[in-house]
């Protein structure tokens, strides 16, 4: 398909194990984006991918998150020592390019910690 | 205080009722303004896409923004069950990269 991939789309974990999310970005879409869905609550910002630029990691919630994007394409996001306040929906989006383009998302990681 | 604020609901209309769904947001610099829709278990997709103030019209949705009192609005007319969803309010600053969400509200529409 052409849209953004996202996998696992479930993923249960204990508490103190570290997880790694993934992102296919649609192809030529410069710009990726991590956001956190957590029940109740709106999409939280987490991280910003835009080229070969540094990334804008200003959304991480703890230095146990942390992105990374290879070759300007895929993503992954590892959480380390997982807490169980981690549990969330995970979801990736890229866009064409960075200023106000729309962003087109992919259908997320359900991460829940035991 | 959120700068997109949005109440979450639920909201439960009969069918072929007029859906009016609302955001109010705090800052003054933000340009764009978006709508999406998410279904149970999937990605929030797209659904209007509005600058500055004034109306947009596809279909049975109407986008709404009026800058002045800083309030958003969506619109969708002769509903269906099909509109069941949650619908999420977004918006960005001018060249800037994060868009802002509100926590969405969650709709159902009853045949």
């Known amino acids: 398909g052409a849209g953004v991939s996202q996998s696992p789309s479930n993923k249960v974990t204990e508490k103190g194990k570290d997880v790694e999310l993934r992102c296919d970005p649609i192809s030529g879409h410069t710009a990726l984006y991590w956001y956190r869905q957590s029940l109740g609550q709106g999409l939280e910002f987490l991280i910003y991918f835009q080229g070969n630029s540094a990334p804008d990691k200003s959304g991480l919630p703890s230095d146990r998150f942390s992105a990374e994007r290879t070759g300007g394409s895929v993503s992954t996001l590892t959480i380390q020592r997982t807490q169980q306040e981690d549990s969330a929906v995970y979801l990736c989006?890229?866009?064409?390019?960075?200023?106000?383009?729309?962003?087109?998302f992919g259908n997320g990681t359900r991460l829940t910690v035991t | 205080q959120k700068e997109v604020e949005q109440d979450p609901g639920p909201l439960s209309v009969p069918e072929g009722a007029i859906v009016s769904l609302n955001c109010t947001y705090s800052n003054s610099a933000f340009q764009y303004f978006m709508w999406y829709r998410q279904y149970s278990r999937k990605g929030p997709e797209l659904l209007m896409y509005t600058y500055s103030s004034g109306n947009k019209e596809d279909g049975r949705f109407t986008a709404q923004v009026d800058k002045s009192s800083k309030y958003i609005s969506l619109f969708i007319r002769d509903s269906q069950p099909s509109d069941s969803a949650t619908y999420l309010c977004?918006?960005?600053?001018?060249?800037?990269?994060?868009?802002?969400f509100g926590q969405g509200t969650r709709l159902t529409i009853n045949p």
């Open positions: 989006a890229s866009s064409q390019t960075a200023t106000n383009s729309p962003l087109h």
């Open positions: 977004a918006s960005i600053i001018q060249g800037a990269q994060k868009l802002v």
